[in-house]
Nanobody
């Protein structure tokens, strides 16, 4: 599976962006897809994930603001980000894994495939 993240850019505080993760591979629909982010000087952190079943998971700091979704027919995963804050500024990465277990989906090192990242900057 190859992944390509896009959709980042500059947003105002309280604004919105939608990130996209395009995937190649016929088995994409069976993969768990995760979004992670990394701000300068900080470790990569879990943002959200969606299982092949459609079940979704979020970090506490994005609950109610971000929504993850997938379109298996298009091999796409989206992260709709609303009510953006300056602390959301980071490089956002999408990742995929065919067999990650539930207890591990917040752990970046458990994902086998990674995209190149897209920069999100939130500023006034």
């Amino acid at each position: 599976v190859q992944l390509q993240a896009s959709g980042g850019g500059l947003a105002q505080i309280g604004g919105s962006l939608r990130l996209s993760c395009a995937a190649s591979g016929r088995t994409f629909s069976r993969h768990t897809i995760g979004w992670f982010r990394q701000a300068p000087g900080k470790e990569r952190e879990f943002v959200s994930a969606i299982r092949y079943s459609g079940h979704t998971y979020y970090a506490d700091f994005v609950k109610g603001r971000f929504t993850i979704s997938r379109d298996n027919a298009k091999n796409m995963v989206y992260l709709q980000m609303n009510s953006l804050r300056p602390e959301d500024t980071a490089v956002y990465y999408c990742a995929a894994d065919p067999s990650i277990i539930l207890s591990s989906l917040r752990l970046s090192h458990q994902y086998e495939y990674w995209g190149q990242g897209t920069q999100v900057t939130v500023s006034s």
